[in-house]
């Protein structure tokens, strides 16, 4: 997706790029849900591997949707979760409104072509 005007610097229109690419709906639809470590969240997307992931959440990290916090325990973990303001945003977005009723994955499929 092209931004409208080449000067856009609105954060909205980089974000919707990035849902563009596969995987990275599902991986925040998952943080969404949850903060999560690494394997965690490799777990909850079926068919994701290991170095996409790595890759993915790298370029959500630079943008900041994800946030990568490292909780100070032995042996340490790496826990994912979204930015406040991301939060905030999908908040108002009617899927992950209704992320708790039980036709949750007709939803996805329906209104994002997510085939959960």
């Not at 409208?4 to 599902?26: A, M, V």
């Amino acid at each position: 997706m092209d931004c409208i005007h080449k000067t856009c610097s609105c954060p909205l229109f980089s974000w919707l790029e990035l849902f563009e690419k596969k995987w990275n709906l599902r991986i925040v639809r998952e943080l969404y849900k949850a903060n999560l470590g690494f394997n965690e969240l490799k777990n909850s997307i079926p068919g994701i591997t290991q170095g996409v992931l790595s890759a993915r959440l790298d370029e959500l990290q630079k943008n900041n949707m994800v946030i990568r916090k490292i909780v100070k325990q032995k042996p340490l973990v790496v826990q994912y979760s979204l930015s406040p303001k991301v939060r905030q945003v999908l908040s108002c977005w009617a899927p992950f409104k209704q992320e708790k009723t039980a036709d949750k994955a007709k939803l996805w499929e329906k209104e994002l072509k997510v085939k959960c």
